[in-house]
């Protein structure tokens, strides 16, 4: 890898046969946070990307290590910030498996509610950040305005609006709001409404067409070498969705297809995430009428212990697959702790997708990539 | 002395000590951006002649034209923001030797046929229409063999523009993915 | 009634009865040019609360509207704020080209509103080029940017001017193709010519389809040459982060962006002038009355409001479209909209030799 | 055939261009369609979620009484060690000896608002409360003790 003296000394001066290097980031408009993206030029094409770590790395798998089972789920929602109720659950899941727990019907059903509500927020602010890479700033705003409907029900069931903390082991914190269901319903007839406006302002517009359209292909097999999942490796026409292949909580009970696009480029990664958000709308749908009645929250010892062993949960999140590895010495925090987080191996395809393609490529490649900062470098 | 006079002087000036520090500038970014402002004081000079068909056009093709391309070649060579190594005294002083030469027949030549008398003649004032119609005139004085020559000229140079431009037509369609290489990995 | 055409000619008047020609003359310089700089500050002020005020209704927010009673001293505030700043010059730049090339952005702005018709009889410089002197100064706004880009020495500068210089010189082709129409239906480079032109019609209505194809040819080209987006590769925010003026802050920066808004004047003026009969009224046909009406409306408000009517149609293009990438915005102009202009001025040639527009 | 194809994809080009301008356009023209927010004029009519998680807080009747029993169930809980609670034995008038609080330190600087005290709590002696405007000048001043001065704990909590 790079260090530090190296970066300095290839940055001042002009590379070698009129290269140039352009430091992208840390404090870079396009990279939505701070990832520093070493880019080598020529003229306007690139030929090279590495990708630099570190900016916002605060350990949270250490941290964990010194936190209690109910404790350390909390931390992750600081990972992916924008998908934190998944993250959420699939920590749950894995003290629920260690500790086979009974996790009553309603709360599994209110989980993938909120899963999904959390995927198509999620998605929203991805679309609209996407336009913005590609200088439309007007998305983004009716985006937010249907994404708000989602924290705000976030926010009368869960009390927060990004960083929730609902999920506990084995169920939920407290029970749904009263008023969640009816907010839902008005939430799904407002975004099927305004989904059409995307479609106006973004998806059929020629020019973004035309920036999306054949750029950073990536290929099938390149996608399962990298180990991408998620959309990424959807676009490319790779069937990962760990909700149909490992279903958790409610979704082996729902109907909804894996939507799959075998074009491998921006294009491709882009509708594979709008036609997820409907997706999203149909899980919902099938269940916001039908949330059994009974306990939210299972019967658990008052201290979690998780047996001596390994334990494995994967769950998908809005970004892919994301993987909790804990390994137990039989007490009551983790003996060492992995999240296998979507966003790092999406992040190492950058490289071999944008090289070659110009500048403004670059970004409508890192846009459908759909990278969070915080989930690479946790 | 009045205001036209000196705004001649104004001019000129403008225009020979931009000249100046052109050849003399020892980076060549500055030096390009001198020879502009000494080509816009001749076009300023036009004005002040009243022939502005000529000064627009004066700008269009030097300013606007081959400066632009004197900047953006030397955007594409990798030293530009260095200082250039002064000349050779040798040099130097033959570059004067021909400065001073070509000064001397110059003036010699407008003393012989003119002086420097000042021709104060009816303006000199065409319409546009006339212009256009001098340049496609076939008549004495019309210009449109001239014309034609400069059409061919620019014709050649954009057919070579094209065949330089024009890359390969294999390595624009090499990176599409094989669509039949899709892996299911369903467990 | 009070028009400008008076006021200007009691001031000539006055001013040639009071005092001898040169210093009238001199006087009157004096006048245009504050006029002219108040023109700028005011339209700088203007423009960018329209545009911020625009972008807010399209993104369904408010916009400014916290200094002053809706806003409206919201630039004036931004404008002190930007006098204020320190104008940072950086260590390794090269200092006279740097601290030069706003000027040189600015100075440009500048002699392109000479020509420009404001309202009857109220022009600066009727210049029997007009038209050709306004494309042949705008080609010199190029060289601004190309400066401020390589006396930075910052790699995004440099980016973005190298960008900023081939997108205008591509894009004037177009623009001139589109103005060249109007030129060959009347004959005439002189703004006055041109506006006179269409005292019975603006050139978009009586020219039929083909001056219709040159206006909408004419509005994509300018925005490409002014930068603005879905154009705006020069200060690419996502990719350059600011482009060219990167390194710009303070009075300096705001000088490229006043250069901005009053390039959108201009073009938008010219725009205004070629295709919608400048300050001329809208009159139909044979209906005297309603055409009396409109007479009655100062040839100056007419302008006004045609110029801002398309300032609006750009800004609106703004809010709406993404990014075009380099090498689609050069394929847009080369496969495009140039070959679409050749064939249209092919045509507007025929119509005003056959002599079948109104 | 090449000409067809030219003009056919001039004209979808424009019409999709035309159509994100209508809905542009469409938003630009209906005022009522604006989502703003006026912060700090709207406080009075300004509605949070009655769950919000702003703080924590410990409710106290209207005898000045509360319920914590002081039994640091939430400190435990806590994974940030934001809740200290200091305890202290209070005489009951039967002269036997009391546990009681004497302060519960809550440092809102260090706290996650993770809602995991409140969770714990047997005797639902805190809970959160939807404030959420905490800017103060001084860190010292998000140092808060809870319980209120000569606050006793409620008859019958044990």
């Given at each position: 890898m790079y260090n530090q003296t190296e970066i300095i000394k290839d940055t001042t001066d002009l590379g070698p046969e009129g290269e140039l290097i352009v430091n992208m980031g840390p404090q870079h408009p396009a990279t939505h946070g701070v990832l520093h993206l070493v880019v080598t030029l020529n003229g306007e094409t690139i030929k090279k990307i590495e990708p630099h770590l570190g900016y916002i790395h605060?350990?949270?798998?250490?941290?964990?290590?010194?936190?209690?089972?109910?404790?350390?789920?909390?931390?992750?929602?600081?990972?992916?910030?924008?998908?934190?109720?998944?993250?959420?659950?699939?920590?749950?899941?894995?003290?629920?498996k260690g500790m086979q727990i009974e996790v009553p019907e309603r709360a599994k059903v209110v989980r993938t509610i909120l899963n999904e509500l959390t995927r198509i927020a999620s998605h929203e602010l991805w679309i609209g950040a996407m336009a913005m890479d590609l200088g439309a700033f007007t998305p983004f705003f009716y985006a937010f305005r249907e994404r708000e409907m989602i924290t705000d029900i976030m926010e009368d069931t869960c009390g927060a609006r990004l960083t929730m903390n609902y999920i506990v082991p084995g169920g939920l914190m407290y029970d749904i709001h009263p008023e969640f269901q009816t907010k839902v319903k008005a939430f799904i007839k407002q975004f099927k409404e305004k989904v059409t406006e995307y479609e106006d302002l973004v998806t059929g517009n020629v020019i973004f067409q035309s920036r999306t359209k054949g750029v950073g292909i990536l290929t099938a097999s390149d996608a399962i070498s990298y180990g991408c999942t998620g959309p990424v490796a959807r676009g490319s026409g790779v069937n990962c969705d760990i909700r149909k292949i490992a279903p958790y909580d409610a979704y082996d009970r729902v109907e909804f297809d894996e939507i799959i696009e075998t074009a491998g480029d921006s294009f491709a990664r882009y509708m594979v995430r709008v036609k997820e958000m409907n997706q999203s709308i149909r899980i919902?749908?099938?269940?916001?009428?039908?949330?059994?009645?009974?306990?939210?929250?299972?019967?658990?010892?008052?201290?979690?212990?998780?047996?001596?062993?390994?334990?494995?949960?994967?769950v998908e999140t809005a970004r892919g697959e994301l993987g909790v590895y804990i390994v137990s010495e039989g007490g009551t925090t983790p003996h060492r702790i992995k999240f296998r987080s979507p966003g790092f191996s999406n992040l190492s395809v950058l490289n071999h997708i944008a090289k070659g393609s110009k500048i403004g490529d670059l970004m409508a490649t890192m846009g459908t990539l759909d990278l969070v900062i915080p989930d690479i470098d946790r | 002395m009045n205001i036209s006079s000196i705004l001649f002087y104004a001019i000129s000036a403008l225009i020979l000590g931009a000249g100046i520090l052109a050849v003399t500038s020892v980076k060549i970014f500055r030096a390009a951006i001198w020879l502009l402002f000494s080509l816009i004081g001749i076009a300023a000079l036009y004005f002040w002649m009243q022939v502005e068909f000529i000064a627009a056009i004066q700008i269009v093709v030097y300013v606007g034209g081959i400066v632009v391309l004197i900047i953006f070649s030397i955007f594409l060579t990798q030293h530009s923001g260095k200082e250039m190594n002064s000349p050779a005294r040798s040099k130097k002083i033959f570059s004067a030797l021909a400065a001073l030469f070509g000064t001397a027949f110059v003036h010699n030549l407008i003393v012989h046929y003119e002086g420097f008398a000042f021709n104060s003649a009816k303006p000199f004032n065409p319409s546009v229409a006339e212009i256009g119609t001098q340049m496609l005139s076939t008549t004495s004085y019309g210009f449109i063999l001239p014309f034609e020559v400069v059409s061919m000229l620019l014709l050649a140079a954009m057919v070579g523009c094209i065949v330089i431009a024009m890359r390969p037509a294999n390595t624009i369609n090499s990176e599409i993915p094989n669509s039949t290489t899709l892996v299911n990995n369903k467990d | 009634m009070l028009s400008l055409e008076?006021?200007?000619?009691?001031?000539?008047?006055?001013?040639?009865?009071?005092?001898?020609?040169?210093?009238?003359?001199?006087?009157?310089?004096?006048?245009?040019?504050?006029?002219?700089?108040?023109?700028?500050?005011?339209?700088?002020?203007v423009l960018v609360l329209l545009e911020r005020k625009v972008a807010a209704r399209i993104q369904i927010r408010l916009g400014p509207n916290r200094v002053g009673p809706g806003g409206i001293f919201q630039t004036a505030a931004d404008t002190l704020k930007l006098i204020m700043k320190e104008g940072l010059t950086p260590d390794a730049a090269d200092k006279f080209l740097f601290n030069l090339a706003p000027f040189i952005v600015m100075m440009v702005a500048m002699l392109l509103l000479a020509p420009i018709a404001f309202a009857k009889n109220f022009q600066i410089w009727d210049i029997n080029i007009g038209v050709l002197y306004i494309s042949s100064v705008s080609s010199l706004s190029v060289?601004?940017?190309?400066?401020?880009?390589?006396?930075?020495?910052?790699?995004?500068?440099?980016?973005?001017?190298?960008?900023s210089g081939a997108q205008i010189v591509s894009y004037e082709l177009s623009a001139g193709f589109a103005v060249l129409t109007i030129v060959v239906l009347t004959g005439s480079l002189q703004i006055s010519d041109i506006v006179a032109a269409q005292e019975n019609g603006w050139w978009l209505f009586k020219g039929h389809i083909p001056?219709?194809?040159?206006?909408?040819?004419?509005?994509?080209?300018?925005?490409?040459?002014?930068?603005?987006?879905?154009?705006?590769?020069?200060?690419?925010?996502?990719?350059?982060?600011?482009?060219?003026?990167?390194?710009?802050?303070?009075?300096?920066?705001?000088?490229?962006?006043?250069?901005?808004?009053?390039?959108?004047?201009?073009?938008?003026?010219?725009?205004?002038?070629?295709?919608?009969?400048?300050?001329?009224?809208?009159?139909?046909?044979?209906?005297?009355n309603f055409n009396h009406v409109m007479d009655y409306i100062p040839s100056s408000v007419w302008f006004m409001v045609k110029t801002f009517f398309l300032i609006f149609l750009i800004m609106w293009f703004r809010w709406t479209f993404p990014r075009l990438r380099v090498d689609q915005l050069l394929n847009l102009e080369w496969k495009y909209l140039l070959p679409i202009s050749l064939f249209n001025l092919l045509l507007v040639t025929v119509i005003a030799i056959m002599g079948w527009y109104f | 055939m090449f000409l067809k194809d030219y003009i056919s994809e001039v004209y979808n080009g424009v019409s999709s261009l035309l159509k994100g301008m209508r809905?542009?356009?469409?938003?630009?023209?209906?005022?009522?369609?604006?989502?703003?927010?006026?912060?700090?004029?709207?406080?009075?009519?300004?509605?949070?979620?009655?769950?919000?998680?702003?703080?924590?807080?410990?409710?106290?009747?209207?005898?000045?009484?509360?319920?914590?029993?002081?039994?640091?169930?939430?400190?435990?809980?806590?994974?940030?060690?934001?809740?200290?609670?200091?305890?202290?034995?209070?005489?009951?008038?039967?002269?036997?000896?009391?546990?009681?609080?004497?302060?519960?330190?809550?440092?809102?600087?260090?706290?996650?608002?993770?809602n995991l005290c409140v969770a714990a709590c047997p005797s639902d002696a805190i809970k959160m409360a939807p404030n959420f405007e905490h800017s103060v000048f001084d860190r010292s001043k998000l140092t808060k003790i809870l319980n209120n001065p000569g606050s006793k704990i409620k008859e019958g909590i044990e």
């Open positions: 605060r350990s949270i798998e250490k941290m964990c290590e010194s936190l209690t089972y109910r404790q350390f789920i909390y931390v992750t929602s600081r990972m992916d910030y924008l998908s934190s109720h998944i993250n959420n659950t699939a920590c749950a899941l894995l003290v629920e919902i749908e099938q269940l916001i009428d039908n949330i059994p009645e009974g306990d939210f929250v299972g019967k658990t010892k008052n201290v979690l212990k998780l047996a001596k062993g390994e334990f494995y949960q994967r | - | 008076s006021i200007t000619k009691t001031t000539q008047d006055w001013l040639f009865a009071k005092f001898s020609p040169q210093i009238a003359l001199t006087i009157e310089c004096v006048i245009v040019i504050l006029l002219a700089i108040t023109l700028f500050a005011v339209l700088g002020l060289i601004g940017i190309l400066m401020a880009g390589w006396a930075s020495n910052n790699k995004y500068s440099l980016l973005g001017a190298m960008r001056v219709i194809i040159a206006f909408v040819l004419y509005i994509i080209a300018v925005t490409a040459e002014t930068n603005r987006a879905p154009f705006d590769l020069a200060e690419a925010e996502s990719e350059l982060t600011a482009g060219f003026h990167t390194e710009y802050s303070g009075m300096k920066f705001a000088l490229f962006f006043l250069a901005e808004y009053i390039n959108i004047f201009i073009v938008c003026a010219i725009g205004a002038t070629l295709f919608l009969g400048g300050w001329m009224p809208l009159h139909i046909g044979h209906w005297e | 809905k542009t356009g469409y938003y630009f023209t209906h005022s009522k369609e604006i989502i703003t927010e006026q912060y700090p004029d709207n406080r009075a009519t300004l509605k949070l979620a009655d769950r919000f998680k702003g703080e924590v807080v410990m409710p106290h009747d209207e005898n000045n009484e509360h319920t914590c029993t002081g039994c640091t169930a939430c400190e435990l809980a806590c994974p940030n060690g934001t809740i200290k609670i200091i305890t202290k034995f209070d005489i009951t008038p039967e002269g036997k000896k009391k546990k009681a609080i004497d302060a519960f330190i809550y440092r809102l600087e260090m706290c996650t608002l993770c």
